[in-house]
């Protein structure tokens, strides 16, 4: 995949600027490589200290996604490349222990360097915009998906276009919500998360405006006149701790003006029922529950359906990382999510999701178990064990 982030600075009249990131890798929809996130990270050290610089706006190119997530198929062909990985793969009857076993893999020296590389530049990248000193404005337009909604989420300033679609689809590919999903699907009321988690369930820009997780609905054409608006203001005379609240005052002017374009919530309707279903002591009964919704819509019959279709595992997964970590902070969370997501994808979950809904397109993926029921509970807790001693963990220097 040879994706790219183009950068650019905008001149404005008072001689400052304004910082822009435009993902541009559109064929894949703006999914993210390992050089993009490079690219992303080293633009936004360096502006954060250059004085000239007053605020960063993260877009992308084209109309159909802002970021569908993850380079899922550079990290399916290093797994699917690695011989420590296919040899154990080829074991028959693997047993319990030998899961355990794979998802530590001491002999894969090419899929799990890269998982780690991967997933700890990914995570640096979305906690150095949940903590950015100066403002950041997320345009999203289109898809919004998995590590696209970790780049969007932190932002200071969250735009979404009407066509925006908002997701964390992971559990259909065998994986579980990461890029800090742990921390902000625990920020969302009681069982939201939960929901969102367990069915990959999409969000349109009313819903994420509704659950805070945008600020301002406009419409694509008005970028170009943000852009304008921000090139002619009168920087020089605003003081830096002011530069947020002079963006959100011009952004809620816009949203004013677009409001008539907000689509009609697809969530919102079944909200009680969904906290309803999701606030429960087990897995088991959150799935009854959800089946039991009462509603004929197509959001809700796609919802539900991901129950059936998508990984018993990360489901498991999903359920056990929004109970355990509910009270962990961001920075906690990113450090559990690097070593969880490095051991998912050795174990082969991860593997197994991406080919069947990605490379060969069955759409027949063969989990590792087959039912809720069947999944036994230590691989999931071996998965939650750390790789390392926490002061060896890559991103130990976030807490």
């Known amino acids: 995949m040879t994706g790219k982030v183009d950068i650019f600075e905008i001149r404005c009249s008072s001689g400052h600027a304004i910082g822009v990131l435009e993902l541009d890798n559109e064929s ?33 190119v084209g109309k159909k996604a802002f970021c569908s997530g993850a380079d899922i198929r550079a990290l399916y062909y290093a797994l699917e490349n690695d011989p420590a990985i296919t040899a154990v793969e080829q074991t028959i009857a693997p047993t319990i222990d030998d899961y355990i076993r794979r998802s530590n893999n001491e002999q894969s020296y090419l899929a799990k360097p890269f998982l780690i590389d991967y997933f700890t530049l990914e995570y640096s990248c979305d906690h150095l915009i949940h903590n950015y000193p100066k403002p950041i404005i997320a345009w999203g337009n289109g898809l919004i998906m998995g590590g696209g ?45 939960l929901f969102l988690g367990l069915t ?10 509704d659950l805070a997780i945008a600020d301002y609905l406009i419409v694509d054409n008005d970028r170009e006149r943000l852009i304008k608006q921000l090139k002619h203001y009168p920087w020089q005379q605003t003081e830096a701790n002011q530069v947020a609240t002079v963006i959100t005052d011009m952004l809620t002017a816009m949203a004013t003006d ?28 959150v799935y009854e529950q959800i089946n039991a919704i009462d509603g004929l819509g197509r959001w809700l019959e796609n919802a539900k359906q991901a129950l059936v279709d998508g990984s ?78 926490q002061q060896e963990n890559p991103l130990t220097n976030l807490l």
């Open 149 to 193: 909604l970790g780049l969007f989420i932190g932002a200071s300033h969250r735009v979404v276009t009407p066509s925006a679609l908002l997701a964390m689809p992971e559990v259909k590919i065998g994986l579980y919500p990461d890029v800090g999903a742990t921390w902000f699907l625990n920020q969302l009321p009681a069982g939201i998360g």
């Open 312 to 389: 018993p595992l990360s489901a498991h997964i999903c359920f056990q990382q929004l109970h355990q970590y509910r009270q962990a902070s961001l920075a906690e969370c990113f450090v559990m999510e690097l070593s969880l997501s490095v051991r998912c994808g050795l174990v082969g979950e991860f593997k197994e999701g991406i080919r069947a809904r990605l490379i060969e397109k069955d759409g027949q993926p063969k989990w590792l178990y087959k039912t809720l029921s069947d999944v036994d509970n230590r691989l999931v807790d071996s998965l939650f064990t750390p790789l390392w001693h």
């Open 28 to 60: 894949s929809l703006n999914a993210l490589t390992l050089t993009m996130l490079k690219t992303i990270e080293q633009q936004l050290l360096h502006w954060q200290h250059d004085e000239n610089i007053v605020s960063v706006i993260i877009q992308a």
């Open 200 to 209: 990959g369930a999409d969000v349109n820009a009313s819903d994420a405006l």
């Open 258 to 285: 677009s409001e008539r374009q907000r689509p009609p919530s697809q969530m919102i309707p079944y909200f009680p029922q969904i906290q309803a279903a999701c606030v429960a002591p087990t897995l088991d009964i």
